[in-house]
């Protein structure tokens, strides 16, 4: 059983960039497919990014297309999420998945969850 923690949120202006990162423990790392998602005050959880297991596959959701990057380092057991040119819609908190059987934009394919890192654009 894979544990997620992830880190590198805070606070940042319209504009700027962030990197989030999630680091990977007890399980072997290159197995899962990973995920970031968000969730907004008072909205649902959506799909930002993903990526395969090898990392030669990506799904990206239209908000994230040309601003996010989402990257892995098996050596590392890390996931990582390059966040570009950010607005204040995209304040919220920002979570890593993982699956060892699926790979796509859907919540409910990843079974494991990190506790999530606070993202907050101000305008």
């Known amino acids: 059983q894979v544990q997620l923690v992830e880190s590198g949120g805070g606070l940042v202006q319209a504009g700027g960039s962030l990197r989030l990162s999630c680091a990977a423990s007890?399980?072997?790392?290159?197995?899962?497919?990973l995920g970031w998602f968000r969730q907004a005050p008072g909205k649902e959880r959506e799909f930002v990014e993903a990526i395969s297991r090898s990392g030669a596959s990506t799904y990206y959701a239209d908000s994230a297309k040309g601003r996010f990057s989402i990257s892995r380092d098996n050596a590392k057991n890390t996931v990582y999420l390059q966040m570009n040119s950010l607005k204040p819609e995209d304040t919220a908190i920002y979570y890593c998945a993982a699956d060892v059987t699926n790979f796509g934009t859907s919540d409910t394919q990843y079974r494991y969850w990190g506790q999530g890192t606070q993202v907050t654009v101000t305008s």
């Open positions: 007890g399980g072997t790392f290159s197995m899962y497919a």
